[in-house]
């Protein structure tokens, strides 16, 4: 039986930024989104003044700074680079991983006896702390499910020792002690939306989740909700790279640095977005069977439009030639010449796992075009994670003029030859 650890990156956006400048230790730090629009990672000093995830900074900025609040915008480059790195030291301390995000991994702990296990995630906390200065928590389960609620036990402190806990050797009567203290919203793959539905019938905490009859919840709910409900009574029905989408669409958008008003512009805009979402469908495993995308000005300045428009694909895709082609398409009938367009996105409808799609009778023909698609894509994807983000793209995604402001951001510590640190005499440190 697979013992599971889920390693995560404690507030990892606010830990890079923390790396490199080390001023703000201890000081409420937030990352912030595309053109600086909304707080996307918050350090715990940050949580405790009430910023919420998601909160718009043009809402809070004057009250934040005045309360010592320090803005970072996205550095994705540098994110992406600490997290290859912590991802390759990780794959040292098990013999199998399988990196779930850009902060998460699940590692397999069942060769480690059960009185090391909790001492080997102190191992891996403290080698990662001390080779790349990013503090993680281990989270311990005979399932993914109850090894993602052990990390975040850990990191709240609700069991074990600090920074990890073991769940894989708990009787069933102490561990569901302990899932009847947590609230059902903290269950991976349980949102607030779900969290919600399940209050309504009585379903509020973990335990009380894991003790509902599966059937019904099959019914009631779906039987990605009933798996969540084994897995957290110690039976595993997750197993390596099978992970359930729990998502019912995926959402490339951004907002403008300045308004854009001609076609070419946003056609470009849509054309890299298509193209980004595609490559997140292909790191998922994912396709997509429906394709939509939205134009839209600021809602500040009136009057205030919000186009958008979808369209099925014949055959589920995660291609990104295809999806350009058909948001562009989409994007030329929304388009209305004159309009100052603030924001542009792409959305990726009815998401299924690649490998359960079976091609029906009219479909055939298309399959050899499809089985072409897939290899051209396969080899974009390998020279973008040699060489780099977006060396290889869709040459209309480089076209026309639609600016990302990025006024808070570090500069690129770890890839750009101009951006590395500059030792002085006397252990000074310039930048």
Known sequence: MTVWALVDCNNFYVSCERLFNPRLNGRP?????????CVVARSNEAKALGIRMGQPWFEIAAWAERAGVVACSSNYALYSDLSRRVMALLAHFAPHQEVYSIDECFLDFSCFDPAERVSHAQRLRQAVYQQLGLPVCVGVGPTKTLAKLANTCAKKGWAGEEGSCDLSG???AARAALLAQIPVAEVWGIGRRLAAQLAAVGITTAGALAAAERGWLRRRFSLVVARTAAELRAEACLDWQEMPITQRQ?????????????????SGAVTAFASAASAKLRRHG??????????????????????????????????????????????ARLYQPGVPYKKAGVVMYELLPAHCWQPDLFAHEQLPEQRRRHRLMA??????????RDTVTLAAALVGRWPMRQTRRSPHYTSDWQALPVALARGCVTW
């Open 29 to 37: 730090v937030v990352v912030l989104s595309n053109n600086d629009g």
């Open 170 to 172: 708990w009787g069933e």
């Open 250 to 266: 995926l959402v490339v958008s951004r907002s403008f640095g300045e308004r854009v008003h001609d076609c070419e512009s946003l």
């Open 286 to 331: 994912w396709l997509a069977r429906q394709i939509g995308v939205f134009l839209e000005t600021s809602p500040f300045t009136p009057p205030y439009t919000h186009a958008f428009a979808t369209a099925a694909l014949v055959i589920p895709s995660n291609d990104a030639l295809t999806l350009a082609h058909e948001a562009n398409a989409l994007a």
């Open 379 to 388: 080899a974009v994807d390998r020279l973008n994670e040699r060489l780099g």
